[in-house]
């Protein structure tokens, strides 16, 4: 259930708005490159191996 | 080498290969804390005689801020031993963790000012401990140009490491402003070692579980970032090797 934040319910949730969806991008942020590079090189060091066969 | 020394981890692949079956652990401390801490914090937690609801935003505030500062000092540890024992796990280490630093430096001075507008009437004054986290946060922004902008990667770590020690003056004096500084808005530290100067016991708990949360935050994003600038670092030197084939 929702506290009663009185007259200062904006700022506060402004706050934790804020914050947690800054945390969520930087979270999301590293996972997407995370996934990227893991592709990218998994790619590269097949290709190796084929150039190397 | 011993096989209980630190240094075995400089080693890229018994990095990953720790790194990988930690990760899963430290991700889910990480969601543990930090729900169990936010919740009991925005949840359970009383309203202030004075700042009423907006304490709740110490429960941000504190611990981003404590990160904010922590993660260049542990840049500062990294950017030292690259200097001295020339890993370069310690290097991308440290890159890895500045862009988490800057974003905890951002909630820190973002909370701080949205606490500040009506609690002091204002949302920013030039206060020792404001100011020396605001230059913080522009090294931050410095050290990770500085390392997109050098393309051969042992350059770019030396550069950077030195950029970190002299940007470590600033993270320590963000640290201990409000000791040796008493002029300003800024309020003493939250946390103390003697319980006396401590928050509230109804703030205390849920505040060092939401620390706890931080930190474990931070600790996972770095080992995932830094898994990730070792792949960068072998998908470059394959990409090398093609082109000169």
């Known amino acids: 259930m929702m506290p009663d934040l009185g007259k200062y319910a904006a700022t506060v949730l402004l706050a934790y708005g804020v914050s947690l969806g800054l945390i969520a991008a930087l979270i999301a942020a590293s996972l997407l490159r995370s996934a990227r590079l893991r592709r990218a090189l998994a790619r590269a060091e097949a290709e190796v191996r084929k150039s190397k066969a | ?245």
Not at chain 2, 158 to 176: E, I, K, P
Not at chain 2, 223 to 243: G, P, S, V, Y
């Open chain 2, 1 to 245: 080498m011993h096989p209980m020394s630190i240094w075995r981890y400089a080693n890229p692949v018994e990095f990953l290969r720790v790194s990988g079956a930690a990760l899963p652990w430290f991700w889910a401390g990480t969601a543990l804390c930090l729900a169990t801490g936010l919740a009991w914090g925005f949840f359970g937690t009383p309203d202030d005689y004075r700042q009423g609801s907006t304490v709740k935003i110490l429960f941000l505030h504190v611990p981003a801020a404590l990160m904010a500062i922590n993660a260049w000092l542990m840049m500062l540890a990294a950017s030292l031993i690259w200097i001295i024992r020339r890993h370069h796990v310690s290097a991308l280490a440290a890159r890895a963790a500045a862009p988490v630093g800057a974003v905890m430096t951002v909630i820190a001075l973002f909370t701080g000012a949205v606490w500040g507008q009506p609690m002091w009437g204002t949302w920013w004054v030039w206060d020792p401990r404001l100011t020396s986290f605001f230059i913080l946060f522009v090294f931050y922004l410095g050290y990770i140009a500085l390392w997109n902008a050098i393309d051969e990667p042992d350059r770019a770590a030396d550069l950077t490491a030195v950029l970190c020690l002299v940007g470590s003056v600033f993270a320590l004096l963000s640290r201990y402003a409000v000791f040796f500084w008493s002029q300003g808005l800024h309020q003493g530290p939250s946390l103390s070692l003697d319980r006396q100067e401590n928050v509230d016991n109804a703030f205390y708990w849920p505040l060092l579980i939401c620390i706890a949360g931080f930190i474990l935050l931070f600790l996972s994003l770095v080992l995932l970032r830094t898994r990730t600038e070792i792949r960068a670092r072998r998908l470059r030197a394959l990409q090398n090797l093609q082109a000169r084939a």
